[in-house]
C-alpha cells in the first residue's frame, strides 16, 4: 500500500507542477498580450504617428510573446531570445534619450549591445555545432505544426 501512495503522490505532483507550468505561461501570455494592446491603443494611436521608440516597444512585445509561444510548444527556454529583447530594449533606450545621453553613456550602451549580439552568436553556432542529431530533430518537430511552417 505504501508503494502505490508513493506512486499516487508522483502523479499528483507531477500534474499538480505541469498544471501550474501552464497556468503561469497561459497569465504571462495573457499579460503581454493585454499589455501591448493597451500600449497599442492607448499611447501609440492617440499620437499622429508611430516613433522609433513605439515601433521598437511593440517588437519587444513580439519578442516577448514569441518566447512565451516557443517555451509552451517545446518546453525548452529560448534564452537567445531574452538576449535579442535586451538588445532591442537597449536600442530602444537610445533611439529615445540620445539627445540627453553623453558620449560616454552612449558607447557603454552600443558596448552592451555588440555583447550581446556576441553572446547570441555564439550561442546559436552552440546549439547547431555541439547539438547532438536527436536534440536538432526534436527542436524541429516541436516548434514546427507540420502544417503551414517549414523549419530547415
Same mark, same amino acid.
Given at each position: 500500500? @505504501?508503494?502505490?501512495?508513493?506512486?499516487?503522490?508522483? %502523479? &499528483?505532483? @507531477? &500534474?499538480?507542477?505541469?498544471?501550474?507550468?501552464?497556468?503561469?505561461?497561459?497569465?504571462?501570455?495573457? *499579460?503581454?498580450?493585454?499589455? #501591448?494592446? $493597451? =500600449?497599442?491603443?492607448?499611447?501609440?494611436?492617440?499620437?499622429?504617428?508611430?516613433?522609433?521608440?513605439?515601433?521598437?516597444?511593440?517588437?519587444?512585445?513580439?519578442?516577448?510573446? !514569441?518566447?512565451?509561444?516557443?517555451? &509552451? %510548444?517545446?518546453?525548452? /527556454?529560448?534564452?537567445?531570445?531574452?538576449?535579442?529583447?535586451?538588445? *532591442?530594449?537597449?536600442?530602444?533606450?537610445?533611439?529615445?534619450?540620445?539627445? *540627453?545621453?553623453?558620449? $560616454?553613456?552612449?558607447?557603454?550602451?552600443?558596448? #552592451?549591445?555588440?555583447?550581446? !549580439?556576441? #553572446? #547570441?552568436?555564439? /550561442? %546559436?553556432?552552440?546549439? *547547431?555545432?555541439?547539438?547532438?542529431?536527436?536534440?536538432?530533430?526534436?527542436?524541429?518537430?516541436?516548434?514546427?505544426? $507540420?502544417?503551414? =511552417? @517549414?523549419?530547415?
Amino acid at each position: 500500500m @505504501n508503494k502505490q501512495l508513493s506512486i499516487w503522490l508522483g %502523479r &499528483f505532483g @507531477n &500534474f499538480a507542477v505541469h498544471s501550474f507550468h501552464l497556468l503561469g505561461l497561459f497569465v504571462i501570455g495573457a *499579460t503581454i498580450v493585454w499589455s #501591448a494592446i $493597451h =500600449t497599442y491603443l492607448y499611447e501609440i494611436m492617440s499620437k499622429p504617428y508611430a516613433t522609433l521608440d513605439d515601433i521598437l516597444l511593440l517588437f519587444i512585445y513580439l519578442e516577448l510573446g !514569441a518566447m512565451v509561444g516557443i517555451f &509552451f %510548444r517545446t518546453h525548452r /527556454l529560448p534564452v537567445i531570445f531574452l538576449l535579442f529583447i535586451s538588445m *532591442t530594449a537597449l536600442t530602444r533606450y537610445l533611439a529615445i534619450d540620445l539627445k *540627453t545621453l553623453d558620449d $560616454h553613456k552612449i558607447l557603454t550602451i552600443v558596448a #552592451a549591445i555588440l555583447l550581446l !549580439a556576441i #553572446a #547570441a552568436f555564439v /550561442l %546559436r553556432v552552440g546549439e *547547431t555545432r555541439y547539438a547532438s542529431p536527436h536534440e536538432q530533430m526534436s527542436a524541429r518537430e516541436d516548434i514546427s505544426d $507540420h502544417k503551414t =511552417t @517549414n523549419i530547415s
